[in-house]
């Protein structure tokens, strides 16, 4: 029955939605002027025929590891069209869209196990970094992106050269009859109590978007909200209506990646299996920064749990002004400046440990 929905729904879609794949990469070209670097963009197979959509900006050789790119959730590689140019001086920067998202192919993901889909965005990270021929990377993951990147460096740390989360999604412990924040408690869904569960299951009856792709040929306008992000304001990449164009066609289309995070969330804000509680797992010689904007919907204080977890390591701690949710977008050249200081700090074959 469920395979029969979902083949009706897409066959549904394909009818009353003004999307398509033709679409959505004319929409990402159109963006993608603004990188003024050598690059290239490739369709990357990463087992199960399942593709990744992967951008390299400068394909000269690096001056250290690369820096490698994950984008959140609704997002892909375009958002990272204002930090292209700026981070990939010296070095190659790699984009990619996530399985489920984007460009990339749309597998089924589980619909009641979480946590096999975490370690499916952690199979087709490494994956693709295998096929790719990479060593070590900077990896740098922001909002849902942050949690997929930690995930992946928790299984594979020793590929990590610096990991650098912005504006993490996943980290914080969802506050309702939480008694212990830091010893016993354990931040597994099924733990929580009967009606967070219930009350999760009625709020995530259907994926966040579907009223985009429900409204059919009126989703494109129902997308154009987006630009009253007033901490947007300053952003050209933000005002341009190919970006808009970009988001719709990223999000009207087979929702796989969304049905993927519907699971794994709890009122969309937490996860089911929180970060926090496994940061202490990440071998101590790894360094790691936290960005969040100031503007943001996210609690800054999880950073600051995040340090004092890992005292014996080297994290750094940024709180971003004039920047939200999105702080490579917000504030696109006070989050270069930053990142750049972290690659100038990388030099190939070290790892920075703690103060």
Request: one cysteine or more; aromatic letters at 12%.
């Amino acid at each position: 029955m469920g395979d029969f929905l979902r083949g009706t729904r897409g066959w549904f879609t394909s009818l009353w939605s003004p999307t398509s794949k033709e679409q959505l990469e004319e929409a990402e070209c159109k963006i993608l002027k603004r990188i003024q670097r050598p690059w290239v963009g490739n369709f990357i197979a990463v087992g199960e025929g399942v593709q990744m959509w992967t951008l390299q900006v400068n394909l000269s050789p690096s001056k250290g590891p690369p820096l490698v790119l994950v984008h959140g959730f609704i997002s892909g590689v375009c958002w990272w069209a204002q930090n292209f140019n700026a981070l990939s001086e010296e070095r190659s920067v790699y984009a990619f869209d996530l399985p489920g998202f984007g460009r990339s192919s749309r597998p089924a993901f589980s619909h009641e196990d979480h946590q096999e889909n975490e370690c499916k965005f952690v199979h087709y990270i490494e994956e693709w970094r295998r096929a790719m021929g990479l060593d070590k990377m900077i990896l740098l993951g922001h909002s849902f992106g942050g949690y997929v990147s930690m995930a992946y460096a928790l299984k594979y740390p020793e590929r990590i050269q610096h990991l650098i989360l912005s504006d993490p999604w996943g980290f914080a412990i969802l506050p309702a009859g939480i008694a212990d924040r830091h010893t016993d408690f354990k931040p597994e869904f099924d733990s929580l109590p009967r009606w967070i569960q219930l009350g999760n299951s009625l709020l995530n009856t259907c994926n966040l978007l579907a009223p985009l792709r429900a409204l059919g040929p009126l989703g494109p306008w129902l997308t154009q909200l987006t630009q009253f992000d007033t901490n947007k304001r300053a952003s050209e990449l933000w005002n341009d209506k190919d970006m808009v164009e970009y988001i719709y066609h990223c999000n009207a289309q087979n929702p796989t990646g969304e049905d993927a995070f519907r699971n794994m969330n709890v009122f969309f804000f937490w996860a089911k299996s929180p970060m926090i509680k496994r940061v202490t797992e990440l071998p101590k010689e790894i360094p790691m920064t936290v960005l969040h904007g100031a503007a943001t919907f996210f609690d800054h204080r999880t950073a600051y749990e995040i340090k004092y977890a890992r005292q014996n390591s080297k994290v750094n701690i940024w709180v971003v002004g004039d920047a939200g949710h999105d702080i490579h977008v917000d504030n696109a050249e006070e989050f270069n400046r930053i990142v750049n200081e972290i690659l100038q700090d990388t030099k190939d074959g070290e790892l920075l440990t703690g103060d």
